[in-house]
């Protein structure tokens, strides 16, 4: 599976942005799809995931009220809106896949099986 990341940019405090995350080589209707993001010198951090159908998604608490994750598997794409931004939310934003089986999306990196390559959002103040 190749996972290609994309809408990221510049944008100011309370600005809104919408990744897009486009799967190739197998279809993402059979797995999880999780959006995680790293700012320099800090962890990767989950951000949202939603389930295979699209039918559950979960939030950090940090993004919730302001994050939407969705999908459609029809196009094989993720899509994460962001709005109401602030500086805290730059980073790098990855899209993943995890094909194992959770009883819920799984927030932890390691159980997911592909990644992007990241888009970088920048929010100014």
């Known amino acids: 599976v190749q996972l290609q990341a994309s809408g990221g940019g510049l944008v100011q405090v309370g600005g809104s942005l919408r990744l897009s995350c486009a799967a190739s080589g197998r279809t993402v209707a059979s797995s999880d799809m999780g959006w995680f993001r790293q700012a320099p010198g800090m962890q990767r951090e989950f951000v949202a995931g939603?389930?295979?159908?699209?039918?559950?998604?979960y939030y950090a608490a940090y993004v919730k009220g302001r994050f939407t994750i969705s999908r459609d598997n029809t196009k094989n794409m993720v899509y994460l809106q962001m709005n109401s931004l602030k500086p805290e939310d730059t980073a790098v934003y990855y899209c993943?896949?995890?094909?194992?089986?959770?009883?819920?999306?799984?927030?932890?990196?390691?159980?997911?099986?592909?990644w992007g390559q990241g888009t970088l959002v920048t929010v100014s103040s």
């Open positions: 993943a896949a995890d094909y194992g089986f959770h009883a819920i999306v799984s927030r932890t990196p390691r159980d997911y099986d592909y």
């Open positions: 939603i389930n295979r159908s699209g039918g559950s998604s």
